[in-house]
């Protein structure tokens, strides 16, 4: 495998309006960016994604951009997002932005020029179809109701896979790829490192525009039933990076969902469309086409089959970026882990699986601390446009308004999005104003201040497990070294060697809150992490404690 500059990185997403406000806004912003980059480098973080920070209306939280070459007023100004990848540069970390392709906002002076004039330049630039046929198919939007909205003021449908307030742009047309490509020139002269690439799938639609069985009530049908059917995204993408990204040089995460299992090598192999892709496995065990309430719970034996599965799938081909949260998802911890058992042990043993399995670990804001899911009170609590389609959803099914809150409590992105927890003062250190949304009133406990200087700390063991990958003499057998199972078959133990060219390292995770016994392939080890104070072993077993994760390396 060529070996690339990104393979040995540790990245860390921020999610600005929600890390650090620095003028008592209630919104994070670039300079609070700024202010923590020696918190990230202390850290040990070589590539920062940023969720986009772009002028947008916030419909869904930037993900809908109206201009692509403007900063959100908000978020600051163009010269902070050059003071910012200017000061990462000098910490030796790299900046990645969100790049947001699949849509616009209905914002954007190509949707207004599109609505002045459907017939004209611009409205080739969106899916525009006669209304007079009633909707031209059946699809779902990602977050509710149909696909298809009146362009404002005309006789025409337009087509948004996401929000209303999100059209979708039309890949289809030269043109549009052209301004696209313009943009992500003009962003990596600046100096970036790259770029996360969102919800790139839905760029390829399975035309001429038809129905697919209903999957709910409504009528209506997932778009993952037209995707399935969607065939030719590879000649986009190969297009988009090699007019971009190729030559800068530049890193591209892509976040995949519905790829084709056949089409891995496609995307993140040598010759990929992007240099990695989200391992999304554990983040889509259980889901349901009917909506949140639906869901399976993940056990610890499914966690341990998603996580292996995907790694012995890529391993010869490329690399996955692992994540355990983002901000789309529920915080990691309390997602992953049975409920009752979150508590500092269990929370070291997930970041052991998550930074020693091969792969770019992505860590979330907040994740190095040990944050947790928001105990919601109420729906009125709730911003995120997606959980509010789901707690509809979920009444419509039947259930009543506690138990949809207790679904929608579960899987809520806005989980992820309660403020970042800098200290024990008010607001949790992220703002001297109101926080634009209520932090987790478990702030006083778990924040940074108290975690920084603690030996024994969340924060401190992710810095130690970072270290590791790092470390000069570890290094290519943490980065490179091949995964594979130990012991798969024994309940609730995750245990997987680490195999490189020099050295062979063991990672024993006991995946639950009674001690269990373990075998060991040798005798001769070196203990290079441990989360628990003990370490118990008899001749060749090692009981493990409850959540007890071990990093050995074999001698
Ligand atoms: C991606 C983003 C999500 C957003 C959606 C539409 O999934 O991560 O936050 O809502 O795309 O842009
Ligand atoms: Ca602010």
Not at 283 to 310: A, L, N
Not at 396 to 414: M, N, P
Request: charged residues 25%; glycine residues 6%; contains cysteine.
């Amino acid at each position: 495998m060529k070996k690339k500059w990104w393979h040995d990185k540790i990245a860390y997403q921020i999610y600005p309006k929600s890390f650090y406000d620095t003028n008592g806004d209630g919104i994070g912003d670039i300079q609070g960016i700024i202010q923590k980059l020696d918190y990230l480098s202390d850290l040990g973080i070589d590539i920062i994604w940023l969720s986009p920070v772009y002028l947008s209306p916030l419909a869904d939280q930037g993900y809908d951009i109206a201009d692509y070459y403007q900063i959100d007023p908000r978020f600051g100004t163009m010269e902070d997002m050059d003071e910012l990848i200017a000061e990462a540069k000098k910490r030796g970390i790299y900046i990645l932005m969100d790049l947001v392709v699949n849509h616009c906002s209905d914002e954007h002076e190509w949707f207004q020029k599109a609505i002045a004039d459907p017939e004209g330049k611009y409205g080739k630039f969106f899916y525009l179809e006669d209304a007079k046929n009633g909707l031209p198919c059946n699809w779902r939007s990602y977050f509710g109701g149909p696909c298809w909205e009146p362009l404002p003021g005309t006789d025409k449908l337009y087509l948004h896979v996401f929000h209303k307030k999100q059209p979708d742009l039309n890949w289809e047309n030269p043109e549009v790829r052209e301004e696209i490509y313009k943009n992500i020139n003009w962003w990596l002269d600046k100096g970036l490192g790259g770029f996360r690439i969102d919800a790139i799938i839905n760029i390829k639609k399975a035309l001429p525009f038809r129905d697919y069985p209903s999957d709910r009530s409504d009528g209506l049908s997932s778009i993952h039933n037209m995707l399935k059917e969607a065939d030719g995204i590879g000649d986009f993408l190969q297009e988009m990076k090699h007019r971009t990204f190729a030559k800068y040089d530049a890193f591209t995460v892509g976040e995949v969902f519905d790829a084709k299992p056949e089409e891995l090598e496609d995307f993140v192999g040598e010759e990929g469309h992007f240099s990695t892709m989200f391992d999304f496995t554990t983040v889509c065990f259980g889901t349901s086409e009917k909506g949140w309430y639906d869901c399976r719970q993940i056990t610890p034996e499914d966690y341990k089959e998603c996580c292996f599965s995907s790694q012995e799938a890529i391993q010869d081909i490329g690399f996955y970026a692992n994540v355990i949260e983002n901000h789309d998802e529920p915080r990691g911890v309390s997602h992953y882990l049975p409920e009752g058992e979150v508590n500092n042990t269990s929370k070291k043993m997930l970041a052991t699986i998550n930074i020693m399995l091969r792969g770019i670990p992505f860590l979330y804001q907040g994740q190095e601390l040990g944050m947790e899911n928001m105990p919601f009170k109420s729906i009125d609590e709730i911003d995120d446009i997606n959980t509010l389609d789901e707690y509809k959803t979920a009444l419509d099914a039947g259930l009543s308004e506690a138990e949809a809150l207790k679904v929608i409590s579960r899987y809520s992105r806005d989980n992820a999005r309660t403020p970042m927890q800098w200290s024990d003062a008010p607001a949790a250190g992220f703002t001297t104003g109101t926080p634009w949304l209520r932090v987790n009133p478990n702030y006083v406990s778990i924040n940074a201040a108290a975690q920084v200087h603690d030996e024994d700390s969340v924060f401190t063991y992710y810095k130690k497990l970072i270290a590791l990958r790092k470390h000069p003499e570890y290094k290519d057998t943490v980065v490179y070294g091949k995964t594979i199972p130990y012991l798969r078959e024994q309940k609730n133990l995750m245990a997987f060697y680490r195999k490189g060219k020099e050295k062979t390292l063991l990672i024993l995770t006991n995946y639950q809150k009674d001690p269990q016994s373990v075998k060991l392939p040798s005798e001769k080890y070196r203990v290079l992490l441990n989360n628990c104070s003990t370490l118990n072993q008899k001749g060749d077993f090692i009981t493990l404690e409850g959540y007890q994760a071990l990093v050995l390396e074999l001698l």
